[in-house]
């Protein structure tokens, strides 16, 4: 029997004393995509860190095709890709070279990043350096770099952050464009996107 895409067992952490999840429980099924929702502090990038793998839990287990997110083998991890509100690019190199070098970490054919490019719509912005490139673009370029390696789980810590309506409607039309092929986890404060972009909705209540 095929194992769910993404399965989260009791999964609780803390920092210190400050427990900020406990008892998490979800099982998502592959090409579903899940809002999760919560206002600050409630936990939401700590459990993306550890669906990501960047974050053993304290508690319970997550589980990605049936295995543990943060002992996946190095060639496995590329199934999982991570992208937050802070895109993290090469400033001086234009948006292919950001591609192109993250393809070569990975392993893949440099090509890649022209596919990448397309499916956030960068096409015409790929010798832009990334520093040059609007709020919006960055955060698309971020996107693209995730999906390179063509991940099974794509995980999105409120990647809307910051972006006006115009640059967060791109964001959302590329988002829609991979609904069903892959399976997403985006966090947000806003429900209304939630509802438009996934399939399901999670809440996380700061716990007291």
Known sequence: MTPPRLELRGVGHAY?????LAGVERVLEPGRSLGL?????????????????????????????????????PAE???VAYAGHRPLLWGGL????NLVLCAGLYGIDEDAAATALAAAGL?????????????GQRQRLALARALLPAPALLVLDEPHSGLDE????RLDAVL?????????????HERDRAERLCDELMQLEVLR
């Open 16 to 20: 210190g004393a400050r427990v900020v």
């Open 176 to 188: 829609e464009s991979l609904r069903g092929n892959v399976t997403l986890i985006l966090a947000t």
């Open 77 to 79: 991890r590329s199934r």
């Open 123 to 135: 096409d015409d912005q790929a010798e832009t350096a990334a520093a040059a490139l609007s709020q």
């Open 37 to 73: 929702l919560g206002p600050n502090g409630s936990g939401k990038s700590t459990l993306l860190r550890c669906i990501a793998g960047l974050l053993r839990p304290r508690a319970g287990h997550v589980l990605v095709d049936g295995r543990e997110s943060c002992e996946l083998e």
């Open 166 to 169: 115009a640059s967060a409607a």
């Open 94 to 97: 234009s948006a292919r070279e």
